[in-house]
């Protein structure tokens, strides 16, 4: 199996399970391990959930794509939307050791997409922020 | 995402079922912490019938730990499976939360 899938969404969290499913399937005509389909499905969810909540702020009617590609020795993924500028790499690591007292709720999210990732790259082109996500996979 | 609720004498077993990203986390927090507020005394958190979390369930998680801690009640998460096991690695979750492997060892753990 070759080629790209590519899934368009709306900018609503109610698009979560469709984008999970189809991540799932992609993972599954390409023969990935059900822990790196696991993986790359969270990693995903996260970015996009990134850029619904933080990037369009609760806009519901925006356009989110995300373009999954598998080459010889990796997964590549491209999420794209054409929010204002903003590159969640630079958002601080949480502290992941703090104990419960002194643990935040919240800031989990991009942290995963880079724990999990083997690469995250950010760029600006024209109206739009692209996040390219890489997992490398096994020949 | 149902959630199920048992007591056990003063012991609070909730148990969550599907998957806890950013689409059901907010009505598993609605019925979360309704259930802590309703009860008085420990809370097991059975996580064996969950398929998939995000974050966004860690935060209802945390959110409710920092609310037991508060009350100064105990709070035992169990049933953290390999579909769970790399959100709670990654996110450190697994050294902070008191964790058991079922709810029959929770629920000894407590007395």
């Known amino acids: 199996v070759s080629g790209e899938r590519v899934i368009s969404l709306r900018s609503t969290l109610a698009e979560i399970p469709r984008l999970a499913a189809a991540i799932e399937a992609f993972c599954e005509d390409h023969h990935l391990a059900p822990e790196l389909a696991s993986r790359i499905t969270l990693a995903v969810e996260e970015a996009v959930v990134n850029i619904i909540v933080h990037g369009y702020g609760g806009a519901a009617d925006q356009l989110c794509e995300v373009r999954l590609a598998r080459d010889d020795d ?24 703090a104990p419960l007292e002194r643990r935040q709720d919240g800031g989990l999210g991009i942290y995963f997409v880079r724990t999990l990732m083997d690469d995250v790259r950010y760029r600006r082109e024209g109206s739009r922020n692209i996040l390219v996500l890489t997992k490398r996979v096994a020949r | 995402m149902d959630v199920t609720v048992e007591r056990h004498d003063a012991t609070l077993v909730v148990r969550p079922h599907g998957r806890l990203d950013s689409a059901t986390s ?43 801690r508060g009350a100064s009640r105990r709070l035992i998460v169990c049933g953290i499976g390999a579909p769970l096991r790399d959100a709670f690695e990654i996110s450190g979750l697994i050294t902070i939360f008191e964790v058991s492997t079922s709810v029959t060892d929770a629920l000894a753990v407590l007395g």
């Open chain 2, 26 to 68: 907010p009505a598993f927090e609605k019925q979360l912490l309704g259930h802590i507020d309703g009860a008085q005394g420990a809370v097991v958190l059975d996580l064996g019938e969950v398929v998939y979390i995000s974050s966004a369930g860690l935060r209802v998680l945390l959110v409710a730990a920092h609310r037991l």
């Open chain 1, 74 to 97: 990796a997964v590549r993924i491209t999420v794209s939307d054409e929010a204002p500028p903003f590159d969640p790499l630079t958002q601080p690591p949480p502290d992941t050791t």
